[in-house]
């Protein structure tokens, strides 16, 4: 009888450990399920469309294109063979480069290589052709794109199946990266090849868009098409506008954690020399202020695109001007260069600094103290128009117009222009 009510009681701490066990293991399971749940379904939202910036962004590293082609979006070179335009800039977040990325897939081949002005290496300077030749390392074509023919031709392409791009842009029209952009997506058309475009910042933001319009009369290799001097539109966004009139088969490998709002020091990337004189951030800036003055002596740029003067310059009296004008982000310091006297710009605020009408201001102020001539087109086009983009503006000082009437002559333009490229955005 004893026995039977000892297995009696047995039985029933079996059942009651093995209701405690189960509902412990629920709600292990239940906790589990909270914790994992949200950021699988959070990935899973951003991978559905990785074109558009959502709140769920925010929190994000930013992730560059060739961060992401292999990862999301290997299907696009599943099986091709791989012509890549790039230049040292060409790295990921992690440093490593474009070329050997791609190089490391397995399922592809890189078969060419194709670099822009300054070359491979971007040590070549300004203005200075790029030769073509066979890399030694990788024993594939080098193809220069800054050479006689600044378009991909057909013998270039004949042994590629798609054309990747991947060079860090500066933001400004005439710099020539975006040109050969340009020209890249015209031969991609002509030659029935897909153009995939990896994504990258654009430094100096995507808010802010200066400048007047590329006039068709002026346009030239340091002016492919008809925008403001900063547009303020990444390498993906401007390779779709400048596809509304070529129509190429495109594809953007879009970044993610990316905002309009962001300069680069937002981004938390290292900054890769992008050309000779664009060393760091503060010349990337400072270009579109400094390298107006092509064509003029007494408004030569020197250290990088971080001084301005010359011949007949009074610095000290520049300087006062400069700085009596309050103008935002910037302060300026006299000093002399190689028996030129000039002005020093500092950053003091780069989400504030307006780098195209601190030149306006520079150029309008060096005008009234010298009186110097500014180049003037007749049947060829001066390399000071080209900058431009338009004679308006040498029009302008060589009439003595004040900065501020300068600036309001091409704001209409700039409303028109954001209209316009608001359709090319992918990142709203």
Same mark, same amino acid.
Request: negative net charge; glycine residues 6%.
């Given at each position: 009888?004893?026995?039977?009510?000892?297995?009696?009681?047995?039985?029933?701490?079996?059942?009651?450990?093995?209701?405690?066990?189960?509902?412990?293991?629920?709600?292990?399971?239940?906790?589990?399920?909270?914790?994992?749940?949200?950021?699988?379904?959070?990935?899973?939202?951003?991978?559905?469309?990785?074109?558009?910036?959502?709140?769920?962004?925010?929190?994000? %590293?930013?992730? &560059? +294109?060739?961060? /992401? =082609?292999?990862?999301?979006?290997?299907?696009?070179?599943?099986?091709?063979?791989? *012509? @890549?335009?790039?230049?040292?800039?060409?790295?990921?977040?992690?440093?490593?480069?474009?070329?050997?990325?791609?190089?490391?897939?397995?399922?592809?081949?890189?078969?060419?290589?194709?670099?822009?002005?300054?070359?491979?290496?971007?040590?070549?300077?300004?203005?200075?052709?790029?030769?073509?030749?066979?890399?030694?390392?990788?024993?594939?074509?080098?193809?220069?794109?800054?050479?006689?023919?600044?378009?991909?031709?057909?013998?270039?392409?004949?042994?590629?199946?798609?054309?990747?791009?991947?060079?860090?842009?500066?933001?400004?029209?005439?710099?020539?990266?975006?040109?050969?952009?340009?020209?890249?997506?015209?031969?991609?058309?002509?030659?029935?090849?897909?153009?995939?475009?990896?994504?990258? %910042?654009?430094? &100096? +933001?995507?808010? /802010? =868009?200066?400048?007047?319009?590329?006039?068709?009369?002026?346009?030239?290799?340091? *002016? @492919?098409?008809?925008?403001?001097?900063?547009?303020?539109?990444?390498?993906?966004?401007?390779?779709?506008?400048?596809?509304?009139?070529?129509?190429?088969?495109?594809?953007?490998?879009?970044?993610?954690?990316?905002?309009?709002?962001?300069?680069?020091?937002?981004?938390?990337?290292?900054?890769?020399?992008?050309?000779?004189?664009?060393?760091?951030?503060?010349?990337?800036?400072?270009?579109?202020?400094?390298?107006?003055?092509?064509?003029?002596?007494?408004?030569?740029?020197?250290?990088?695109?971080?001084?301005?003067?010359?011949?007949?310059?009074?610095?000290?009296?520049?300087?006062?001007?400069?700085?009596?004008?309050?103008?935002?982000?910037?302060?300026?310091?006299?000093?002399?260069?190689?028996?030129?006297?000039?002005?020093?710009?500092?950053?003091?605020?780069?989400?504030?600094?307006?780098?195209?009408?601190?030149?306006?201001?520079?150029?309008?102020?060096?005008?009234?103290?010298?009186?110097?001539?500014?180049?003037?087109?007749?049947?060829?086009?001066?390399?000071?128009?080209?900058?431009?983009?338009?004679?308006?503006?040498?029009?302008?000082?060589?009439?003595?117009?004040?900065?501020?009437?300068?600036?309001?002559?091409?704001?209409?333009?700039?409303?028109?222009?954001?209209?316009?490229?608001?359709?090319?955005?992918?990142?709203?």
């Amino acid at each position: 009888m004893k026995k039977k009510y000892l297995y009696v009681i047995i039985l029933l701490l079996i059942m009651i450990i093995a209701f405690l066990t189960g509902y412990t293991i629920n709600l292990y399971n239940r906790y589990i399920s909270l914790s994992v749940t949200p950021s699988t379904v959070q990935e899973e939202t951003i991978a559905e469309d990785a074109t558009t910036i959502t709140d769920k962004q925010d929190s994000l %590293p930013l992730k &560059l +294109g060739d961060d /992401l =082609i292999l990862a999301k979006y290997s299907k696009l070179i599943e099986g091709k063979k791989l *012509g @890549i335009v790039t230049n040292q800039t060409g790295v990921n977040s992690n440093g490593e480069h474009i070329i050997d990325t791609l190089r490391s897939y397995p399922n592809s081949i890189v078969t060419a290589i194709y670099t822009p002005e300054h070359g491979l290496y971007g040590k070549t300077p300004a203005g200075e052709y790029v030769k073509s030749y066979i890399h030694p390392k990788y024993d594939i074509p080098v193809y220069s794109l800054y050479n006689k023919t600044r378009k991909p031709t057909p013998d270039m392409l004949k042994n590629i199946d798609v054309l990747i791009f991947d060079i860090q842009d500066v933001g400004v029209r005439f710099y020539t990266y975006i040109s050969t952009l340009n020209y890249c997506l015209i031969s991609a058309e002509e030659n029935n090849k897909k153009l995939i475009v990896l994504d990258r %910042p654009n430094p &100096l +933001g995507g808010l /802010l =868009i200066e400048g007047p319009m590329l006039e068709d009369k002026f346009k030239s290799f340091v *002016g @492919i098409d008809n925008i403001p001097t900063i547009h303020g539109m990444t390498i993906g966004e401007m390779a779709k506008f400048f596809n509304r009139k070529i129509n190429c088969t495109l594809e953007i490998v879009p970044m993610e954690g990316y905002r309009r709002d962001m300069l680069w020091q937002d981004t938390g990337l290292n900054w890769i020399q992008t050309s000779p004189k664009i060393p760091d951030i503060e010349s990337c800036f400072l270009y579109s202020a400094t390298g107006l003055g092509e064509g003029i002596t007494e408004a030569s740029m020197d250290d990088n695109f971080k001084w301005v003067g010359g011949k007949n310059v009074d610095g000290e009296t520049l300087t006062n001007l400069l700085n009596i004008s309050k103008l935002d982000g910037v302060k300026f310091q006299r000093e002399e260069r190689n028996y030129r006297d000039g002005v020093r710009l500092i950053i003091t605020d780069y989400s504030s600094f307006n780098p195209y009408k601190t030149g306006i201001y520079i150029l309008s102020y060096i005008k009234k103290l010298t009186d110097f001539k500014v180049p003037t087109s007749d049947e060829s086009i001066v390399m000071f128009d080209k900058i431009m983009g338009t004679d308006m503006i040498g029009q302008a000082l060589n009439k003595m117009e004040n900065p501020e009437e300068i600036i309001e002559s091409y704001s209409s333009e700039l409303e028109a222009f954001k209209k316009e490229r608001y359709r090319y955005l992918i990142y709203k």
